[in-house]
């Protein structure tokens, strides 16, 4: 089911990091592709709702960092790139769990970090490609400041030690789960 990315996939330069991505959309649970973004539908704009809403907000935050990227307020690197890209298609890629709770978990971004590193020591990709803590990183803190539960615990960490590139990625899924977002012409705009 990988494929419905193929246009996102083919942004990542790196052959050995896209092989890795590929594999971990292969593992993904197979609710991520059916689910909607926002089972409330208070966090996403309409075209996010409904069957496969999660798999077009990740295309369209993936479409939103390339731009990010284009206007070079970033110094992105042809590396760093292939890294805030893949980390954009994967940073909900456990957004309800490793078994679908039916509803968004605060503490997705840490479980989709997990499964990076489950995938990750499960391969041979040890000695083809490294930079996994890059790509940890920026998924677990994608949420920003909405990194606490409803007791005010903090749950998530804020961006860190890849501030730029986590920066853009949390900005990207931001921009791009904005309400007035009309992202109809997604497929248009992408091809």
């Known amino acids: 089911m990988y494929e419905v990315f193929e246009k996102e996939l083919n942004y990542i330069t790196n052959e050995n990091l896209k092989e890795f991505i590929i594999e971990c959309l292969e593992q993904a649970p197979e609710y991520f592709y059916h689910v909607p973004a926002s089972s409330s539908g208070k966090y996403h704009p309409y075209q996010d709702l409904g069957e496969a809403g999660l798999v077009r907000h990740t295309k369209a935050v993936v479409q939103v ?3 990010l990227i284009r206007c070079e307020q970033f110094l992105v690197s042809k590396e760093s790139k292939d890294e805030i890209i893949s980390a954009c298609i994967l940073h909900d890629v456990i957004k309800n769990g490793f078994e679908d709770s039916g509803k968004t978990l605060i503490e997705h971004p840490l479980l989709a970090s997990d499964f990076v590193q489950k995938v990750y020591d499960s391969g041979d990709y040890h000695s083809i490609w490294t930079n996994k803590n890059a790509i940890q990183s920026m998924i677990k803190t994608h949420m920003g400041i909405w990194n606490k ?5 903090e749950i998530l960490p804020l ?4 501030n730029d590139r986590g920066l853009l990625v949390h900005l990207a899924d931001y921009i791009a789960s904005r ?6 012409l997604l ?5």
């Open 179 to 184: 309400k007035y977002v009309d992202i109809s």
């Open 65 to 67: 960092a390339m731009d």
């Open 159 to 162: 961006i860190g030690n890849y």
């Open 149 to 153: 539960d409803k007791e005010g615990n």
């Open 187 to 191: 497929e248009e705009l992408i091809k």
